[in-house]
């Protein structure tokens, strides 16, 4: 199980934290190009675990190895995934993977992720980083904290935990 800080501290005190987490095993959908692809990725995620008797009562995450501001939309790497038990076997399209990293720094953000307080949030999360002397050690994780749905308009919605490895 992934151990993440989900904060939901006053406004007044601190939004962001850093954990220690333990090493996990997890399968995922490789993604390269637009983030538009998502409901894609999640369909092949959950279809191949239901397939390869995975299950699909998993809290989903996603890992963004691009920087969007500085990568070409078509190559952006990604991948969807979910925490798998040790003995678990995983055969194509999915992928079986390893997340090494101990020290995470995470925030906690709610609401539609094509809106800019998205956006702002992962600002946010770096700028604290940056501000109180970490280095960033690795991809952003950003685990569901329930599963998204779409609002009225269309836009997609939700809580998820915006996590990046850190060392000091």
Do not use: R
């Not at 220690?20 to 959950?46: K, R």
């Not at 952006?76 to 194509?92: C, R, T």
């Not at 995470?104 to 992962?122: D, R, T």
Request: with cysteine.
């Amino acid at each position: 199980m992934i151990l993440f800080v989900v904060n939901v501290m006053a406004e007044e005190e601190e939004k962001v934290a850093v954990k220690e987490i333990e090493p996990f095993l997890y399968c995922a959908v490789e993604m390269t190009g637009s983030y538009d692809q998502h409901q894609d990725a999640f369909m092949t995620l959950y279809e191949q675990a239901g397939m390869q008797g995975l299950g699909s009562d998993f809290s989903p995450f996603g890992i963004y190895f691009s920087d969007p501001s500085s990568t070409p939309v078509e190559e952006l790497k990604w991948e969807i995934g979910f925490v798998l038990a040790d003995s678990a076997e995983v055969k194509e399209p999915l992928k079986l993977k390893k997340w090494s990293y101990n020290h995470m720094a995470g925030i906690l953000y709610e609401g539609s992720f094509s809106a800019p307080e998205f956006q702002a949030a992962h600002g946010e999360l770096y700028q604290w980083v940056v501000e109180n002397g970490y280095t960033i050690a690795g991809p952003t994780l950003e685990k569901y904290v329930d599963m998204p749905s779409q609002n009225a308009d269309g836009e997609w919605v939700g809580k998820v935990q915006i996590s990046i490895p850190v060392t000091k």
